[in-house]
């Protein structure tokens, strides 16, 4: 896990105007304090902060020359040890035992996009062609990484964070005014442009998952076709649970691969409680809610150390000096961006650098009734369960609200570019049905939605704001592949109710059902932190209108879900405000 910057000129000599190098080595120290280089050429500028994880000798420094590639990567190959073999037996050899040389050594042996479609991971990397003289750049099939990416007339370039472009690049930002009214209707960066997903600065933009893209020297963008997913198989016999446990066991295996000091967050859940169940070698930390004494059990019964993180004495000064830390560290901001901080703060207190997150597992095998579950025959669940929801119509409510629930944005063609919005976002959910089939189809729409533009990023960044490495198992593209061959009748079944096939796993390990066989609760701050912070926000929430950054409130839908999240994007934003507007970096 670490930090990445590439500046590519393409067949033109960079001007040395553009860049700030030093500004570039201090904003990625936080994601890798343990290791910095930089390689100059006259088109070229490609940066590298490390974490120090998996073969923790300086040979495994980046960026890593091959004969034909300078490459820069963030992230992790999972199954990098298989793919090592593979190599070797083509005649390759290796000089470390890190999963950089492999990925680096799959890259010169079969080019980038042949490597990404074996690669299992989570990964985002510049490659530069020394042959070609082209820049690849990509990212994992699940956006897990983050690559942010501006392009000018004279130059292409990227970075892991958006503070590193903002501030390493010598350049005017502007705020982009489209991307705040989504931040503020949705709690994250959800809103596309041609080159990926929005952030709150103009032409800056997260690469799409999956995607690979070629600057070549002439500067113009190549884009190949990301990694498809398997079609759900509605004629597959019934899966057994040796065979799923069996799966998540290789791959929670692999996840374990670390030479440093790892945990797992332990909400006492389902998918926390598998993981944890899997992990031989790790602490739980648990962020203190209404969940902790389940969390308790499912960690004694597991025998592994148990690390509750207090967050109910925090006030409200002392919150808006958290997020004013995130905000300036990475130049991005989330309205949930407390909860995953708080914990990854308290695990480097405790010097450890590897945790392991079950984002996505709920999306995957129906833990929500906000996903559609359409081939579901009528079923009666336990009375702690809900049924689902039945349209894409009430999934992308409850996923965004709509424009409609929402005093109306000032600008008008905000308005028009809002109502596109969901236009495109119904497209996208028609051509999934296509390529997966429609129950699969629900599924990856909240993968793309909520867990590419929220989940996936908050959780990055807030752990890498502390030099702390995040893997997610149930984001593994084998656990996801086998998942969405599951239908809904497979993954809900009236005696136990939602992900079925996971809490099968936990009673074939024993572990007991008064741990999980209950409502659920989420992964949340405590109530009297909530209340805490209530009143600041709303005092938040009027300094924005008076500055003409909030132009409407939620009137109808889901009110008090959308006010509340109001309230959370309006002092995330205050943060993000005062360290890059308030101080001229970006304008309004």
């Known amino acids: 896990m670490c930090g990445l910057f590439s500046l590519f000129s393409g067949r033109f000599e960079m001007d040395s105007q553009i860049l700030n190098p030093e500004e570039v080595e201090s904003t990625l120290a936080p994601r890798g304090p343990d ?67 492999v990925l680096a050594l799959a890259i010169e042996a079969w080019g980038p996009q042949k490597a990404m479609q074996e690669f299992h991971g989570m990964y985002a990397f510049a490659a ?93 963008v190549h884009k190949e076709t990301p990694r498809p997913f398997k079609k759900e198989n509605t004629s597959a016999p019934q899966y057994s649970t040796e065979e799923l446990l069996s799966l998540l066991k290789e791959v929670q295996h692999e996840h374990l691969e670390s030479d440093v000091p790892m945990t797992v967050f332990l909400s006492g859940g389902v998918d926390s409680t598998l993981l944890a169940a899997l992990s031989q070698k790790t602490v739980a930390f648990h962020l203190e ?28 000064l002392e919150i808006d000096d958290l997020l004013l830390e995130y905000a300036t560290k990475s130049g991005q901001i989330y309205s949930s961006a407390l909860q995953p901080q708080i914990t990854c703060r308290a695990m480097q207190l405790e010097n450890i650098k590897v945790g392991i997150s079950a984002n996505g597992a709920d999306e995957l095998f129906l833990g929500y009734p906000s996903i559609p579950s359409p081939n579901l025959p009528e079923t009666v669940l336990p009375s702690h369960e809900r049924a689902s929801v039945q349209t894409i119509d009430e999934q992308m409510q409850h996923i ?44 990856m729409y909240h993968l793309q939605t909520y867990v590419k533009n929220d989940l996936n990023p908050n959780l990055d960044h807030a752990s890498m704001l502390y030099g702390i490495e995040m893997r997610v198992p149930f984001l593994d593209t084998r656990v996801v592949d086998f998942a969405l061959q599951l239908g809904s009748e497979q993954l809900i079944r009236p005696e136990i109710g939602r992900k079925a096939p996971l809490k099968d796993i936990l009673d074939h390990l024993g572990v007991p059902r008064s741990i999980w066989f209950r409502l659920k609760q989420g992964f949340s701050l405590h109530s009297s932190t909530l209340l805490t912070m209530r009143d600041h926000r709303l005092g938040q929430l009027e300094e924005l209108r008076k ?42």
Request: with cysteine; charged share 25%.
């Open 289 to 316: 809610s209404g969940e902790q004494q389940y969390a308790q059990e499912a960690a004694d019964f597991l025998k592994i150390p148990f690390v509750c993180v207090d967050n109910k004495t925090l006030s409200a």
């Open 400 to 443: 965004f609200s709509f424009p409609s629930d929402f005093k109306n944005p000032k600008d008008s063609d905000q308005k028009e570019l809002l109502q596109f919005f969901f236009e495109e976002e119904k497209k996208d959910f028609s051509n999934l049905v296509t390529t997966l089939g429609e129950e699969a189809a629900h599924r």
């Open 128 to 220: 530069y062609s020394l042959k070609e003289n082209s820049l690849y750049i990509a990212r994992d099939p699940l956006g897990i990484k983050p690559l942010y990416w501006t392009l000018e007339n004279d130059y292409v370039a990227c970075a892991s964070w958006p503070s590193t472009l903002l501030k390493g690049l010598k350049k005017e930002w502007k705020l982009d005014r489209l991307g705040l009214t989504q931040f503020f209707m949705l709690g994250g960066s959800f809103g596309k442009t041609k080159n990926g997903d929005r952030s709150l600065v103009d032409n800056i933009n997260m690469l799409p998952p999956g995607q690979l893209v070629k600057i070549d020297e002439n500067l113009k």
């Open 547 to 588: 500055d003409e950054l909030l132009h409407y409130m939620p009137l109808g839908g889901n009110l008090s879900r959308d006010f509340f999240r109001t309230l959370s994007a309006a002092s995330a934003f205050s943060a993000w405000k005062k360290a890059w507007i308030d101080t001229g970096v970006v304008s309004v």
């Open 35 to 101: 290791a910095f280089r930089q390689e100059t050429r006259d088109n070229l500028y490609l940066a590298h902060s490390r974490l120090k994880v998996i073969d923790l000798d300086d040979r495994s420094n980046q960026p890593f020359q091959t004969q034909n590639w300078l490459i820069a990567y963030n992230g992790e190959i999972f199954n990098f040890k298989k793919l090592r073999q593979i190599l070797k037996s083509e005649g390759w050899s290796f000089n470390t035992e890190s999963d950089t040389e």
